[in-house]
């Protein structure tokens, strides 16, 4: 890819290492009882599949779909859904699960979404925070990692569909 410089903010071994941490909060506290991971398509997808496997309890899969029009690095502000859920969460623990939280804007339209879906309980994972950035007012419940206004990409997250096979955070300079 031409003209983009990456560089290193965390590396896989501290991803690695953080999501055990984190995984091991998650199994703290919903000890028993169906477990939801929810993760927002498509970002979140490595996260939650290493996470899954490192939280030692059954946990339950389902994967929603969001799109924030009109942006390029930065969201636009008004999301819309483009893939509900499969299964139905009533009843359940759900842990939403992002790449990162950066507005908070999808955060608060897909909390909205899954509140009207009767879960028992609903808690917010986002492998990454950048709170300068923050409009709304959201609570993570369980954060990978606070970092700077920069934009990033890897595991995970990409810049319009490149660099998401990346094992580590690198922030994108262009
Ligand atoms: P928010 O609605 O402004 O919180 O935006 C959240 C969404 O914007 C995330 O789920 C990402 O898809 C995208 N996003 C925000 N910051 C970055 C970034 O630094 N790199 C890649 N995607 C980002
Ligand atoms: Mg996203």
């Given amino acids: 890819m031409p003209d983009h410089s990456l560089e290193v903010l965390v ?24 477990l939801y991971l929810v993760a927002v398509l498509k970002g979140a997808c490595f996260f939650v599949v290493d996470l899954a496997r490192a939280i030692r309890r059954p946990v339950r899969l389902d994967f929603i779909g969001v799109a924030s029009y009109g942006r390029e690095t930065s969201s636009s502000g008004r999301p819309t859904l483009t893939k509900g859920l499969d299964c139905s969460v009533e009843g359940a623990d759900v842990v939403l699960v992002e790449d990162i939280v950066d507005t908070g804007a999808t ?3 897909l909390i909205e979404y899954l509140e009207r879906q009767r879960p028992r309980s609903l808690r917010i994972a986002a492998l990454l925070d950048k709170p300068e950035r923050r409009l709304r007012p959201v609570a993570v419940d369980y954060v990978g990692f606070t970092i700077p206004n920069r934009f990033v990409v890897g595991y995970g997250l990409d810049f319009a569909e490149d660099y998401r096979s990346l094992p580590d955070i690198c922030v994108l300079d262009r």
């Fill in 11 to 34: 590396s896989a071994d501290e991803i690695r290492r953080r999501v055990a941490e984190l995984a091991t909060e998650i199994e703290r506290d919903f000890p028993d009882g169906p």
């Fill in 107 to 109: 955060l608060e339209y």
